[in-house]
C-alpha cells in the first residue's frame, strides 16, 4: 500500500477509532500487514519479575504448541529480546541482528525456535509502556537480510505504531488478574533451573560460559564479556563439555532444555488477549 494514499490514511484512522478497544490489536495487525509482508506476528508482553505472555500470535497451532509453549515454559530466558527488554531497551523500530549476539544465526536456540517457525529474520516494534512493562509486536521476515525498502516503510510508521501502543496499552494492561500471577510463577520457577543450571557439576564460571554459548555467543565474544583470556575460554569450553559428558553445542542445548522444562509444571498462562 502507498503510504500516501486514502487507503493508508483510513488504517491510520481505524486504528485510533480502535483505542482502548478490543478491536485495537486487530486494527494495529491489519495496519502493519498493509505496509510489509510478513509470514508471522506476534504481540508479546514482557513484564518484571514474570514469565512473557503472548496476547497475539498468527503461528499455525501445530508450531505454536511444538515452539511457543516451549518458548514460554522457559526459552525466553535465551531470547536476545528478552534480554534486550532486561537492559531497558528503548522504544523502536528494530532488526533481530541489531541486538543479537554473534553467533546467534548458527546457535542451536536459532535453529529450534526460528527455523521452526520458519522465518529467517525479524523486526520488532518495541513499545515501553512503564519501567516494567514493555509490549513487542514482532514480524517474522522472510528475508535473511532486511532490504533497506522494507526498513525504510517500517520506519515510516513505527512512530504512529508506537504512540498509538503506548496510549492503548497503557490503560489496559491487568497485572493482578489470575494469569498474571501464574506467569509471576513459572518465571520463578524457570528463573531458579536457569540460575543452578549444571551447578551440580560446573564451576561458577564454566556455567557462565555455558549459558552466553547456549545464547549464540562466541567463544571469542565471551571472553571479552567475561574480561579474560580466549585460551581460557576454550579451556573452560573443554572442561564443561567433559563434565557434562557432551560433544557439541546441540548436546549442551538439549541438557539445558531438558533442565527448565522439568523443573517447570506450571500451566502455561491464559489466552491471548
Not at 486504528?15 to 508471522?40: G, K, L, M, P, W
Not at 518495541?126 to 537480510?145: L, V, Y
Request: with cysteine; charged share 20%.
Amino acid at each position: 500500500m502507498d503510504l500516501g494514499s486514502k487507503e493508508w490514511y483510513q488504517c491510520l484512522s481505524d486504528v485510533v477509532a480502535a483505542i482502548d478497544t478490543e478491536r485495537f490489536t486487530d486494527q494495529v495487525i491489519a495496519a502493519i500487514h498493509s505496509v510489509v509482508s510478513y509470514n508471522q506476528i506476534v504481540v508479546i508482553c514482557y513484564q518484571k519479575g514474570k514469565a512473557p505472555a503472548f496476547w497475539y500470535s498468527q503461528v499455525p497451532e501445530a508450531r505454536r504448541a511444538a515452539v511457543i509453549n516451549n518458548y514460554l515454559k522457559g526459552c525466553y530466558l535465551l531470547d536476545p529480546w528478552y534480554h534486550a527488554y532486561q537492559h531497558e531497551l528503548p522504544s523502536g523500530l528494530y532488526q533481530l541482528g541489531n541486538i543479537a549476539p554473534d553467533d546467534f544465526f548458527v546457535s542451536e536456540f536459532y535453529r529450534e525456535y526460528y527455523q521452526a517457525l520458519e522465518i529467517q529474520n525479524e523486526a520488532v516494534f518495541a513499545i515501553d509502556i512503564d519501567g516494567d512493562t514493555q509490549i513487542q509486536i514482532s514480524m517474522g521476515i522472510m528475508e535473511k537480510t532486511i532490504t533497506p525498502q522494507t526498513h525504510e516503510r517500517l520506519s515510516i510508521i513505527a512512530p504512529f505504531i508506537i504512540a498509538a501502543g503506548q496510549k492503548h496499552w497503557k490503560s489496559s494492561i491487568d497485572i493482578s488478574d489470575e494469569a498474571s500471577r501464574r506467569s509471576a510463577v513459572i518465571h520463578e520457577h524457570v528463573a531458579h533451573a536457569f540460575n543452578n543450571f549444571g551447578s551440580s557439576a560446573l564451576t561458577n564460571r564454566e556455567r557462565d560460559v555455558a549459558i552466553l554459548i547456549i545464547r549464540g555467543y562466541s567463544l571469542k565474544s565471551i571472553a571479552t564479556l567475561l574480561g579474560v583470556a580466549f585460551g581460557t575460554i576454550k579451556v573452560h569450553c573443554k572442561n564443561l563439555y567433559k563434565k557434562l559428558d557432551i560433544n557439541s553445542q546441540s548436546e549442551l542445548f538439549a541438557l539445558f532444555i531438558d533442565e527448565i522444562t522439568r523443573h517447570n509444571t506450571q500451566p502455561i498462562p491464559g489466552p491471548d488477549k
